[in-house]
């Protein structure tokens, strides 16, 4: 069975700090990756995905992974935080094909909040 | 291209009621999975259409089942609503279902059950 796991219920950083948000996973086989946020009554926003590859992988709104195969981790960063980044960050994992089809499975969230 | 939408937005029944929730996928794509999203916790599995079939399920009952059409628009039904149902419904599609594309989510549709 896959899960993910987000130590951290909260994060707080100045805006203009850089910002981890942290993600520990497990999963059979080379795992598909993926982060997402959710703003207040809003859907997920899909922001970036590890399928293959380079580890750090580059996303939107300026969000990057890093993929560490030995200690299962995808944490994501952003060297400067905004204000406006505040927000509910998902990870999510997915075993790869075949099977298993579109399957997420995500943690428990990290809510993000930059300050001033 | 359009996106991932989602009706109704809001929705209040009571328990033993049964309730249907729609979906329209974004254009181009022809799976659609729909997960539970509870008030503080990540979104759970429910299950995954893909060409009008079921492809896939999570741990919930029988009472939760749905339906895809030909245009890839979608239904999720609860029938028996119970209190532990209130929670974020969220549908998301993708284009092929096991090329490990990343999927787009709708809105969601909020029920409560009273």
């Known amino acids: 069975a896959q899960s993910v796991a987000q130590p951290e219920d909260q994060v707080n950083v100045a805006e203009g700090n850089p910002l981890t948000v942290k993600c520990t996973y497990s999963v059979s086989g080379n795992p598909y990756l993926f982060w997402y946020v959710q703003y207040p009554n809003r859907g997920l926003q899909f922001l970036l995905k590890y399928i293959t590859g380079d580890n750090l992988v580059k996303g939107s709104y300026g969000f990057e992974a890093e993929f560490n195969k030995s200690q299962t981790s995808f944490h994501l960063k952003k060297p400067s935080a905004l204000v406006s980044d505040s927000a509910l960050y998902f990870c999510a994992v997915r075993p790869p094909p075949p099977g298993g089809g579109n399957k997420l499975t995500f943690g428990t969230g990290t809510q993000l909040k930059v300050e001033l | 291209e359009t996106g991932v939408t989602q009706s109704p937005t809001h929705l209040i029944k009571t328990r033993g009621q049964q309730v249907t929730l729609r979906c329209s996928s974004q254009s181009g794509h022809n799976t659609v999975s729909w997960y539970q999203q509870a008030l503080g916790q990540g979104p759970q599995f429910i299950f995954q259409y893909y060409r009008e079939e079921e492809n896939g399920r999570g741990n919930f009952p029988p009472r939760f089942s749905g339906l895809q059409f030909p245009n890839y628009s979608s239904e999720l039904n609860v029938n028996a609503l119970e209190l532990d149902d209130s929670a974020l419904y969220l549908c998301?599609?993708?284009?092929?279902?096991?090329?490990?594309?990343?999927?787009?989510f709708g809105p969601g549709t909020r029920l409560t059950v009273l």
């Open positions: 998301a599609s993708s284009s092929i279902r096991d090329r490990g594309d990343e999927q787009f």
